[in-house]
């Protein structure tokens, strides 16, 4: 699946496109307009676009895509703006989601899943499985025995990694790269990978039976 990003915080997107592409998203980040045209021949299957960019217009890259391209690939909009009159205008205007900035990336990961299904006509299960533990990954919750259990977010995270993982052999840096993308591994302490782990273990004991080895590699057996 290839995405499109037109944002000029480049630090913020190339932190969230390193996530993307390690859930299997072909992604490119452009700052304007001019140097999509240029270096991007590809066929792409969605592009996200914020608002405020300082070398090009967002409606200006939209008409592009929509009126001189013709496509009806699905555009996802970003911005600090959370105005609903605005929010309306936008989505009339071509653009398909409208998605409010700060924001967690496993939100623009559904959305970007919602609008590709949508698009295509396909319809997914959203529930993973181990044993008798669930994950949706569209409401992010998880079920063991069909009885939701609550956990934090990076609780979450890490179960869904662990079930779309189970049975590989996992190392601490693919562990750490993957839940805590945003930061540098050098910087994760073992406390932080600990606790949540802990947790998870706590409130589903035996049922999630995650092997540690050495503490240097993982695995959901």
Do not use: C, G
């Not at 936008?90 to 299904?117: H, S, T």
């Not at 990954?137 to 979450?156: L, R």
């Not at 945003?182 to 406390?191: G, L, M």
């Amino acid at each position: 699946m290839k995405i499109v990003i037109f944002e000029d915080d480049l630090d913020l997107w190339e932190a969230i496109a390193r996530k993307l592409r390690k859930i299997w998203f072909w992604v490119k980040v452009y700052d304007n307009k001019d140097s999509f045209i240029i270096h991007n021949h590809e066929k792409n299957d969605l592009y996200i676009i914020d608002l405020i960019l300082k070398n090009s217009s967002w409606f200006e890259i939209i008409k592009y895509l929509r009126e001189e391209k013709k496509s009806k690939v699905p555009i996802i909009i970003t911005s600090w703006i959370d105005d609903s009159e605005k929010k309306i205008y936008w989505l009339n205007i071509w653009a398909d989601d409208y998605l409010v900035k700060p924001f967690m990336p496993d939100e623009l990961v559904a959305r970007i899943n919602a609008l590709i299904r949508r698009s295509r006509n396909i319809t997914l299960n959203s529930i993973i499985k181990y044993s008798n533990i669930s994950y949706d990954t569209e409401k992010y919750t998880v079920y063991k025995n069909k009885i939701e259990i609550d956990f934090q977010p990076k609780e979450k995270q890490i179960i869904k990694f662990f079930i779309m993982n189970k049975w590989k052999t996992i190392t601490k840096k693919e562990f750490i790269e993957s839940i805590w993308w945003e930061y540098e591994a050098e910087f994760i302490k073992n406390n932080t990978i600990d606790v949540p782990i802990f947790n998870i273990r706590k409130k589903l004991w035996n049922d999630f039976k995650l092997k540690t080895i050495h503490w240097i590699w993982y695995v959901l057996e």
